[in-house]
């Protein structure tokens, strides 16, 4: 998963790239094109299997604020 993920994000700074580079010689619609579709690429496929991946096997419950997290963080002080 986590060589996925780099050439996933790797193909997606080329894209990104290679679309800036379209749009500054002068075919700004294809260029357009390529950085809204790397936009959504990167917003709806690349965001949502990395977070899944980064979660994989934590649990939420330490990270919300409870009564029990919150009075542990009282008693720190």
Known sequence: MK???RL??????????TGLYVNNTG????GNKIIGFTVL???FVF???FLVHRWKGKNLKDYT????NLDKLRDLD
């Open 41 to 43: 690429t990167a917003a």
């Open 8 to 17: 996933l994000f790797l193909l997606i700074v080329t894209s990104l790239i």
């Open 47 to 49: 965001m949502p299997i």
């Open 65 to 68: 604020l409870s009564k029990e």
């Open 27 to 30: 075919d700004t619609l294809l």
């Open 3 to 5: 060589y996925f993920l």
